[in-house]
């Protein structure tokens, strides 16, 4: 069964492994080779060459009697995640505070690694499995649009990348569109003839102005996170600039938010006199799982058989499985344990840790 104390060991040996996104090569390799040790047959690819980043996706095959799954996670974490040292307490793992943890996701990472060791010494029946470990997630899910899917035999997935205790099943998540928009003014001498120039700063005052953002609905959010224009004082400013997103579990209305931002923006211009620059691209699309789902059904069954009550929930961000969702698998994300996820205050307790071993071994040997 499951090795607690090797699975800590591991646990605390890969977050000390530095892997901020575009630097995961090393801890890339060394997944790579705990893969092949266990006997896998452990194929890379040149996912990092399209982010820029040293590492790669990591995939490896368990055979097995039966129907193939998919179970992921990803290698890289958030900043500052350089030289993290963890500290265990009373069953609780932290950073020293200056760094993030690395549970995200190396929680994941190390549940699925335990419960395929746990299963080759235990020898019990098991079906197929594909190991995926991703590169880039943090910074635009890169490697699982890198990834060639079609080199995938599963056609069901699960994703160990959710915040929240094991038993939380992510079943259904926004898809995200960014935009950029500039607003092209007139310069003129703010002093000497202010009436020549077109303000682009109070052009895009008004068009924001205009706009609904935020909470939009229950499954729609919208936000701005940058603005930017720098002028001195004594001329009218030409060019003002920004960026927002937009999230929505819905693609109509995903677009319909952007196409209303468009739209407040184009009427400001045209009233001031300004010119729009305006670009939008999807992010990642949307995905929504019924109960009746495969991967909920199967994430529920095994959950019930390690005696973690299943809560099924629709999440409010992206991840590998909004990718792989559109790349043709059914995925869902399951809780690790992880909390404070991002933060410097992130924290993982050994029990979810087991737990989320004891989740990858019962999908592993589930009907
Ligand atoms: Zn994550």
């Not at 068009?207 to 603005?227: K, V």
């Not at 991967?295 to 019930?304: H, I, K, Q, S």
């Not at 969702?325 to 344990?337: D, M, P």
Request: with cysteine; glycine share 10%; charged share 20%.
């Amino acid at each position: 069964m499951i090795n607690e104390s090797r699975l800590l060991a591991q646990f605390l040996e890969y977050v000390q492994i530095s892997s901020p996104s575009r630097s995961e090569g090393a801890m890339a390799q060394r997944a790579a080779a705990e893969l092949a040790a266990m006997g896998l047959a452990v194929q890379t690819d040149r996912a990092g060459e399209t982010f820029g980043s040293d590492g790669f996706n990591v995939l490896a095959r368990l055979p097995g009697e039966g129907e193939s799954i998919l179970l992921a996670a990803h290698l890289d974490t958030v900043s500052p995640g350089q030289g993290i040292e963890p500290v265990i307490e009373v069953g609780v793992i932290t950073s020293r505070g200056e760094t993030v943890l690395g549970g995200d996701d190396k929680s994941g990472v190390c549940a699925i690694l335990e419960a395929v060791r746990a299963l080759q010494e235990s020898g019990a029946a098991h079906r197929p499995a594909e190991i995926l470990f991703t590169v880039g997630e943090e910074c635009g899910l890169c490697g699982a649009k890198a990834l060639d899917a079609g080199q995938l035999q599963s056609r069901t997935g699960f994703i160990f990348d959710a915040s929240g205790s094991v038993g939380r099943v992510v079943t259904a998540a926004p898809g995200q569109l960014k935009l950029r928009a500039v607003v092209h003014g007139r310069s003129a001498h703010a002093g000497n003839a202010p009436e020549a120039g077109v303000s682009a700063i109070q052009v895009m005052a008004k068009a924001i102005a205009a706009m609904n953002l935020l909470r939009i609905d229950a499954e729609t959010t919208c936000n701005i996170g940058s603005i930017h224009a720098d002028f001195a004082t004594n001329i009218v400013p030409d060019r003002t600039e920004i960026v927002a997103e937009v999230r929505s579990r819905d693609a109509e209305k995903m677009y319909a938010q952007a196409e209303h931002m468009r739209t407040c923006l184009q009427r400001a211009c045209d009233e001031g006199g300004a010119r729009l620059e305006y670009a939008q691209e999807v992010s990642y699309l949307s995905y929504s799982h019924e109960e009746t789902a495969k991967p909920v059904r199967m994430a529920v069954g095994a959950l019930e058989r390690i005696g973690c009550a299943p809560v099924l929930q629709a999440g409010g961000g992206g991840s590998d499985a909004n990718i792989l969702n559109q790349k043709g698998l059914s995925c869902v994300v399951l809780g690790t344990g992880m909390t404070d996820v991002h933060t410097t205050k992130e924290s993982i307790t050994v029990r979810n840790l087991c737990d989320s071993t004891r989740l990858a071994y019962a999908l592993l040997t589930g009907e």
